[in-house]
């Protein structure tokens, strides 16, 4: 350990020798290549906030990102040298953006009582509200910029200088990506939103923040994706670009340049990104390939090493380009809906147990003295039958309104398990539950129905079949 710590100290003074270099030309801060994490709270366990800092010190971030103004972490966080970035919430754009007076009131409440002791120095306004999945409609989309202005100025009457403005945008912000010399935003947004987001950033010094992840890209294409190559392990397999002649040997930096041709396309060439939201889950859903702690390890630790390299590397169409970084996320969060993979990004367990080690400041590049990783059991996809069953432990008042649920959905889900038919019998409503998941998620699986059921389900590959019984299954 204290050889790693050596290593560490050296990472800073590099950095220090580096801003002296650059003579006062840009502000020290801004080249520090920590990475930071996103410390997310959709748990119903998590440590407390301050506990939870000295586990982000104890990764050797240097950065956190919050997804609400939560008072107690941003207290916990007073008096750290870790740099805060505080979320304003999605519903509150719209107001935001048409009311100085409200937009003064956020900040008061949430920004002014915590700064400058706690570091705060990113606001994000809204969470990648341009999404599709996302419940904004496109009157927010219109309010963005307008709010973000608002919000600046709310802070600039603070004399709050430090703190740059921003909003992070999925990946689903561009209507092609590939290649990525072709990257281009879309067309819904381009001129009316970020256009003026571009405008804003080049006007405030700020950054294009972005979620990106090369999980998703590779899992929904894993026949066509290398593995290696989304886990920037990869020696060999290269893509060059047709178009413009550049060399990718990592997915990441080939999304990260189809935005940046994006931002090219639309005339602002300096943009400077922000990698707000990257990662690699560390399990997930039977049904899911690719999630587990051997691939999360090596995504997160190689990302820290390519992006804490100095000189810094870049992307292709960036090269030596600093990327600053926040890994998703601390916590495992058991709250998150959706599929398994969602409640696994964690760098730790609840119980703050780490779910592999990792060094945020890239001061161990060497992982080999700790503990061998897990083999990955899940790269290939399961081939099989795969039921949906209530979890062990599961709540029987929340099952009694989940069956309801599952039953209510379909088309004849539950016909089996009336009365006189082949699935009643043991008549008990953990049989009865565990038949209606089966039997709703066979039929909405392709849909996107998921397995979940607020925790109370579970898939198994063991057939729950019995008798006359059969419950359906979906076949991968
Ligand atoms: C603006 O926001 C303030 C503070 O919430 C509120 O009192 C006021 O009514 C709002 N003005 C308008 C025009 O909605
Ligand atoms: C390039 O992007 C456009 C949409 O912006 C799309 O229609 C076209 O198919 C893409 N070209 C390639 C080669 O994928
Ligand atoms: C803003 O845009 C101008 C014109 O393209 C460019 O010269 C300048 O470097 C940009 N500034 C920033 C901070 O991106
Ligand atoms: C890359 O190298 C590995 C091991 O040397 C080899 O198994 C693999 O086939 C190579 N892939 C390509 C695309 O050349
Ligand atoms: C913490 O939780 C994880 C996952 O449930 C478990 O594997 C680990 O053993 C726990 N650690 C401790 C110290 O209890
Ligand atoms: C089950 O959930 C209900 C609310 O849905 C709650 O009131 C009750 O306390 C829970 N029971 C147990 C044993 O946790
Ligand atoms: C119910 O299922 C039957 C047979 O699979 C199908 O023909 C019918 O359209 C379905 N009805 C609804 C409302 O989905």
């Not at 870049?314 to 030596?320: K, N, S, V, Y």
């Not at 109370?456 to 006359?468: E, F, I, K, N, W």
Request: proline share 7%.
């Amino acid at each position: 350990m204290s050889r790693n710590r050596a290593k560490a100290e050296m990472g800073s003074a590099q950095i220090f020798l580096l801003c002296l270099s650059f003579f006062f030309s840009l502000s020290c801060a801004e080249i520090s290549t920590r990475v930071g994490i996103n410390y997310g709270l959709l748990g119903n366990n998590l440590p407390s906030p301050s506990k939870s800092v000295k586990l982000i010190q104890l990764l050797k971030a240097n950065r956190v990102k919050l997804y609400e103004p939560n008072p107690e972490i941003l207290k916990a966080l007073s008096g750290k040298k870790l740099q805060a970035s505080v979320m304003v919430p999605n519903q509150l754009i719209t107001s935001i953006s048409s009311n100085q007076t409200l937009s003064d009131q956020w900040v008061e409440t949430n920004i002014v009582p915590y700064y400058p002791k706690t570091l705060i120095r990113y606001l994000l306004v809204g969470n990648e509200i341009l999404s599709f999945y996302s419940d904004q409609d496109k009157v927010t989309w219109h309010n963005l910029v307008p709010a973000m202005r608002r919000i600046r100025a709310s802070l600039k009457s603070h004399h709050i200088r430090k703190v740059k403005v921003g909003t992070p945008l999925a990946m689903d912000v561009l209507e092609s990506s590939f290649p990525p010399s072709n990257g281009t935003f879309r067309s819904d947004v381009a001129e009316s939103v970020v256009r003026p987001l571009l405008q804003f950033i080049n006007r405030t010094k700020s950054f294009f923040f972005l979620d990106v992840y090369p999980y998703f890209v590779w899992s929904q294409n894993y026949q066509t994706v290398n593995l290696d190559y989304a886990l920037f392990k990869s020696t060999n397999v290269t893509y060059t670009d047709p178009k413009s002649g550049l060399v990718y040997r990592n997915m990441l930096d080939q999304m990260l340049d189809a935005v940046f041709f994006a931002v090219d396309r639309l005339g602002f060439p300096e943009t400077r990104l922000w990698i707000c939201e990257t990662g690699w889950p560390n399990a997930g859903d039977i049904d899911q390939i690719g999630a587990n702690i051997y691939n999360a390890a090596t995504y997160n630790r190689n990302l820290v090493k390519r992006l804490t390299t100095k000189p810094a590397i870049g992307t292709p169409a960036r090269p030596g380009l600093a990327l600053p970084a926040f890994i998703f996320a601390l916590y495992n969060e058991n709250l998150k809906g959706g599929p398994g993979t969602e409640r696994h990004w964690g760098l730790f367990y609840p119980n703050r147990s780490n779910v592999y080690p990792i060094d945020l400041s890239g001061g161990v590049s060497d992982y080999s003295g700790y503990p061998p990783l897990p083999k990955p059991e899940n790269n290939e996809p399961y081939r099989g039958k795969i039921w949906c069953v209530v979890a062990k432990g599961a709540n029987l008042t929340d099952l009694g309104s989940a069956l309801g649920y599952a039953c209510g959905q379909g088309n004849g889900t539950c016909d089996p398990i009336q009365p006189g038919k082949e699935c009643n019998k043991p008549d008990s409503l953990v049989w009865h539950a565990s038949y209606a998941f089966s039997s709703y998620w066979a039929q909405f699986r392709s849909s996107g129905g998921t397995c979940y059921f607020n925790g109370l389900a579970v898939q198994t590959t063991r057939d729950p079949s019995y008798g006359h019984c059969k419950f359906p299954s979906v076949t991968l």
